[in-house]
């Protein structure tokens, strides 16, 4: 063999390497992904269900309890379930979980409205924490800020768990829903924190400063 | 999805497999031969050492070259001092007074780098073949007539290199260059079955004299005289080869500054060689089709990768610097298991891929060496070496560069 056809056997032999390597990495995506997937479909029902179960609050008068308990349940799922889905969403990844993101953004938007409509009319018995995020920023300073938050309302959550309704919504998934609430609100910086629709957060907080902003406490 | 940076450390890692590929490939097409040479007749040699400040090393490296297995009568050494301040003159002429074929030359002024001496002694050679060795180094006895063979078997050959090896391995800086000088002489050997050997090191090489001179001798402003010839001779239409079958031993530094400061030289000498030839990039041969692009391309992927690197590594530090620092004032967690949580992706595994391919050449490197020094491998040092030496090369080319614009370079 002459030793200059080297250079380009080892460029096929590179090629088909990387392209073995590229598909065993959309195989082991795919098999990460059926856990994913999961979740997807669990999501195409829990939009379902919180649908049907906002109809069944109104239509069999269901009690306030009954009906706050059922909603933070739900929305401990939606949490944990988000939660589980960032941990794949990794730097490298082949296939994009924004889709995903998006459903569980809008199944959170969801939750947001009728956890509105649920406190009215149980006379404000919890608190509505929302956290609107950037999903895509590439600012550090956003990204140290929304570091920050996520864990701050990771505490809140944990101690606070009965009183306190986290609902975290990515801003920048291409929602119109989503959209048209921000502008509404006149709200155009990002990462922000709503606390019963009326206070707004931009700011670094404290734990109890924080505390101090909640009905319920 | 994938973005420009990982888009970026895909291309890396295929170029990192490229190379790895296309070595081993030359490797086991031409493993049977890698120790092969022409076996030569003894024909007159002339040996030539720059010196400088060498008392320390000057009398080993005369020595060893007295203990050449090659005729007594063939061998004229001509050592050329470069105004040294220490002892080395008189070491060297203790020599001269007790061997008639040693010969000192000393320079007027210093010249301030090893090729004005080189050419000196080049140009007061008796001999039709010039061999070059530096004065802390130590040909072993058969290495000469190993090499001469080359240029005897074919007139195209201008050059010959041998295996440089670190002599000692005393500080954990001199075991980590012992693999890496193990290693670049196979690696070199390889490149040599593509008619690619970029360079004949210092330490000792072996040239035609004529041709040194035809070419215009050593370039006294480059700062690897040693990669610039070997360029120039190839671009005339000369071959330079590559004897592993022969060794010399070098002393490599034992301190990391000292160390620093030479592999600082080699980058300059080596951005100085590609500026000098680069219209010549895709043309002359070898040269222009790997030589040169190979070069630049390193330079290049090693400065952007630590561009990559450092700025992946500031905006990182700075997020989670800011974050914590929120946290603190807060009263909030500082880490949640979750942020501990790690989903391995593709190029998570390609790098592991391209890391195992690497340490795999490496350790066939050093069997194929058969260095006795390696009989009991630490797989530590090469760890070590694979992982945070390497990975000082950008840093080091940074530096090179930096020095090579602001003009502020010396020997």
Same mark, same amino acid.
Not at chain 2, 222 to 236: A, G, K, P, S
Not at chain 2, 300 to 325: A, D, M, P, Q
């Given at each position: 063999m002459n030793s200059k056809n080297a250079f380009w056997q080892a460029f096929v032999f590179a090629v088909i390497v990387f392209a073995v390597g590229m598909i065993f990495g959309f195989f082991l995506e795919v098999k990460q992904n059926e856990n994913i997937f999961s979740r997807l479909v669990d999501s195409e029902i829990n939009i379902l269900d919180n649908q049907l179960r906002t109809r069944i609050v109104e239509d069999f008068e269901v009690g306030c309890d009954f009906a706050k308990e059922s909603l933070f349940k739900f929305a401990d799922n939606v949490y944990f379930e988000?939660?589980?889905?960032?941990?794949?969403?990794?730097?490298?990844?082949?296939?994009?979980?924004?889709?995903? /993101?998006?459903?569980?953004?809008?199944?959170?938007? %969801?939750?947001?409205?009728?956890?509105?409509? %649920?406190?009215k009319e149980?006379?404000?018995?919890?608190?509505?924490?929302?956290?609107?995020?950037?999903?895509?920023?590439?600012d550090a300073g956003v990204k140290a800020k929304q570091d920050f938050y996520s864990k701050l309302l990771f505490d809140i959550k944990s101690e606070m768990s009965e009183d306190v309704l986290l609902i975290p919504i990515a801003v920048d998934t291409g929602l119109s829903s989503i959209e048209l609430i921000t502008k509404t609100k006149g709200i155009d910086k990002f990462p922000v924190i709503l606390i019963n629709d009326g206070t707004e957060i931009y700011e670094v907080l404290t734990l109890d400063e924080f505390r101090e902003l909640f009905n319920s406490v | 999805m994938v973005n420009f940076v990982e888009f970026a450390f895909f291309f890396y890692i295929f170029v990192g497999l490229y190379l790895t590929s296309l070595l081993f490939f030359i490797y086991i097409s031409n493993r049977k031969k890698l120790f092969y040479y022409p076996i030569g007749k003894p024909e007159p040699v002339s040996i030539v050492i720059p010196c400088y400040n060498a008392e320390k090393t000057i009398g080993q490296a005369i020595e060893s070259l007295l203990r050449l297995n090659y005729p007594r009568e063939m061998i004229e050494i001509i050592v050329v001092d470069d105004k040294s301040t220490d002892d080395s003159v008189r070491i060297v002429e203790e020599y001269t007074g007790k061997h008639s074929n040693i010969k000192l030359i000393k320079m007027d002024k210093n010249s301030g780098g090893a090729a004005e001496p080189t050419n000196l002694g080049v140009l007061n050679a008796k001999y039709n073949y010039v061999s070059v060795t530096d004065d802390d180094s130590s040909p072993e006895p058969d290495a000469l007539i190993k090499m001469i063979g080359f240029l005897q078997d074919d007139e195209k050959v201008a050059a010959v290199t041998c295996a440089v090896m670190a002599r000692n391995s005393r500080t954990f800086m001199q075991k980590l260059q012992n693999v890496e000088y193990t290693i670049i002489s196979w690696s070199r050997k390889l490149l040599d079955c593509v008619d690619s050997v970029y360079v004949t090191p210092g330490p000792f090489a072996?040239?035609?004299?004529?041709?040194?001179?035809?070419?215009? %001798?050593?370039?006294?402003?480059?700062?690897?005289?040693?990669?610039?010839?070997?360029?120039?001779?190839?671009? /005339?239409?000369?071959?330079?080869?590559?004897?592993?079958a022969a060794r010399v031993y070098s002393e490599t530094p034992t301190k990391i500054k000292a160390w620093w400061r030479q592999r600082v030289r080699w980058n300059i000498g080596g951005t100085q060689s590609i500026l000098k030839y680069k219209k010549f990039m895709f043309r002359k041969g070898m040269l222009g089709a790997?030589?040169?692009?190979?070069?630049?391309?390193?330079?290049?992927?090693?400065?952007?990768?630590?561009?990559?690197?450092?700025? %992946?590594?500031?905006?990182?530090?700075?997020?989670?610097?800011?974050?914590?620092?929120?946290?603190?004032?807060?009263?909030?967690?500082?880490?949640?298991?979750?942020d501990l949580t790690f989903n391995p992706s593709v190029l998570n595994f390609f790098g592991i891929a391209l890391f195992l391919s690497g340490l795999f050449f490496t350790l066939i490197g050093l069997?194929?060496?058969?260095?006795?020094?390696?009989?009991?491998?630490?797989?530590?040092?090469?760890?070590?070496?694979?992982?945070?030496y390497l990975a000082l090369y950008p840093f080091v080319m940074v530096n090179g560069l930096y020095k090579l614009l602001r003009g502020k370079y010396s020997w």
């Open positions: 988000a939660v589980e889905l960032e941990e794949f969403d990794t730097d490298g990844r082949l296939s994009d979980l924004t889709t995903l /993101h998006k459903r569980y953004d809008l199944l959170r938007t %969801l939750l947001w409205v009728e956890a509105k409509e %649920l406190n149980c006379a404000e018995s919890f608190d509505i924490l929302v956290y609107l995020y950037e999903y895509k920023s590439e | 072996l040239y035609r004299k004529k041709n040194l001179i035809e070419v215009g %001798l050593f370039d006294s402003k480059n700062m690897t005289q040693d990669i610039e010839i070997v360029w120039r001779l190839l671009f /005339h239409g000369y071959k330079a080869r590559m004897c592993l790997f030589i040169i692009p190979f070069f630049s391309f390193s330079l290049f992927l090693g400065l952007f990768g630590l561009g990559i690197f450092i700025y %992946l590594l500031t905006t990182r530090l700075w997020v989670k610097y800011l974050s914590t620092k929120y946290s603190i004032y807060a009263g909030s967690t500082i880490l949640r298991f979750q069997s194929v060496m058969n260095e006795p020094r390696f009989k009991n491998k630490n797989i530590l040092n090469i760890l070590f070496y694979m992982l945070v």
